[in-house]
């Protein structure tokens, strides 16, 4: 497997997008709304093309990698496997639901199947907890991702994120241009006619706070779940 080499910032910058991206998408899934990238149209991250169900959780389904690694541990014994993904002070919790799951697994298929189940519930509940996330249950396995998570998911197996950065760099560069040009097809409008000037305020402000979310994504270290859920900063441009 080749190295992977983060020496270029705008690979780096680019792939910090996508934290934002996934980020807005829960949050307008939480909140019952469409969050703030909702509105790009015909573009690969428009009309809900990308990312809306990922924002059910990506470590909690059933294909999950935290229940695909539980599977492994039940069916070697090796509960390692899955310790990485909780914290140490968690730790303790983990081994003891395993050391039970184990137990159980022998008294039939019946029994392994539900133990098989509480494991999973109960390791993938304490890694959200530890990462300040909620957990509302496990979802059914086969879930629409989008491109971009499996995407991510394919570059660490290949050793390589270009593609990832080309599929992200497409979707901002389609948004940036949409936005702008919304925005600037409004601007000369007759000072006197205050139905135009909203109209152009309409379009300058999504256009603002869009490009200023997507440095500050860009420019910023990317965080765990919590990030998913947490409420939002203001922003230094306020309208």
């Keep these: 497997m080749k190295r992977i080499q ?48 990922w924002a059910i959780g990506h470590c909690d389904t059933l294909d999950g990698p935290v229940v695909m690694l539980a599977r492994k541990a039940l069916e070697t014994g090796n509960v390692n496997l899955v310790l990485p993904w909780v914290r140490e002070q968690d730790e303790a919790e983990i081994r003891e639901a395993f050391r039970h799951a184990t137990a159980v697994r022998k008294l039939g298929e019946q029994a392994r199947t539900l133990a098989d189940r509480n494991f999973f519930e109960t390791l993938v509940r304490i890694h959200r907890a530890g990462e300040g996330a ?46 702008f040009h919304a925005a600037v097809a409004r601007k000369g409008f007759d000072a006197n006619d205050v139905r135009a000037g909203r109209s152009y305020v309409e379009a300058y402000v999504p256009y603002i706070h869009y490009v200023e979310r997507l440095w500050q994504a860009a420019s910023s270290p990317a965080h765990g779940h919590h990030a998913e859920h947490a409420e939002r900063e203001p922003v230094a441009h306020v309208h």
């Design 6 to 53: 983060f020496n270029d910032r705008r690979l780096l910058a680019t792939a910090a997008v996508v934290a934002l991206i996934v980020a807005d998408r829960l949050a307008g899934w939480l909140g019952g709304g469409s969050g703030w990238i909702a509105d790009i149209r015909g573009t690969p991250f428009g009309a809900g093309a990308i990312l809306v169900v």
């Design 134 to 179: 909620p957990y509302s249950g496990l979802k059914p396995a086969g879930q629409d991702l989008g491109p971009a998570i499996p995407a991510a998911d394919r570059a660490l197996e290949e050793g390589s994120v270009h593609k990832v950065v080309t599929l992200l760099t497409d979707a901002v560069r389609a948004g940036v241009h949409e936005h």
